[in-house]
């Protein structure tokens, strides 16, 4: 949640996919984010699909009330999984070990323009304060990536 509300400063909509019917941070952390108008919440929801030709389109999205799926277009997905990788939907696609981490160098994975971060990056150490600082450096080049490619266009 944490994570969806820092994206606020750089995204003009972000997205809180939760897997179950409400959160478990804590009630401030709740609040802030239930009262930023940037942050809608897709209740009770998975990721199930990864979709594109190249790079990120679209998710495909499980209900876990009826079991339905939507397709979701996108720009840019944020995966904050929790302790146990969620990893499924890159399988085939990012390089993940026999556990289900994200197979890394640094913050980038063999996918270019695809960074990992957090504990699905590290699993050595599971700390906040790890993950925090992995995902500041994805962020850093991630912005590098993107102004090389911007480069590269002109």
């Given amino acids: 949640m944490e994570e969806a509300h820092v994206l606020t400063r750089y995204a003009s909509e972000v997205i809180i996919i939760h897997r179950r019917g409400d959160f478990k941070?804590?009630?401030a952390m709740q609040e802030k984010v239930k009262n930023n108008p940037k942050i809608k919440i897709l209740w009770n929801t998975e990721v199930v699909k990864a979709n594109g030709e190249g790079r990120l389109?679209?998710?495909d999205l499980k209900n876990n009330m009826d079991n339905s799926v939507t397709?979701?277009?996108l720009d840019g997905l944020f995966i904050a999984i929790g302790h146990v990788p969620a990893t499924e939907i890159f399988k085939g696609k990012v390089e993940l070990d026999e556990r289900?981490?994200?197979i890394n160098r640094?913050?980038?994975?063999?996918v270019p323009g695809v960074f990992v971060s957090g504990d699905v990056h590290d699993h050595a150490y599971e700390q906040a304060v790890t993950a925090a600082g992995f995902g500041c450096m994805a962020g850093m080049d991630v912005l590098r990536y993107l102004e090389e490619s911007e480069n590269k266009a002109k």
């Fill in 25 to 27: 941070a804590s009630a």
């Fill in 57 to 59: 389109e679209s998710v």
């Fill in 71 to 73: 397709t979701l277009p």
């Fill in 100 to 102: 289900g981490f994200v």
């Fill in 106 to 110: 640094g913050t980038k994975t063999n």
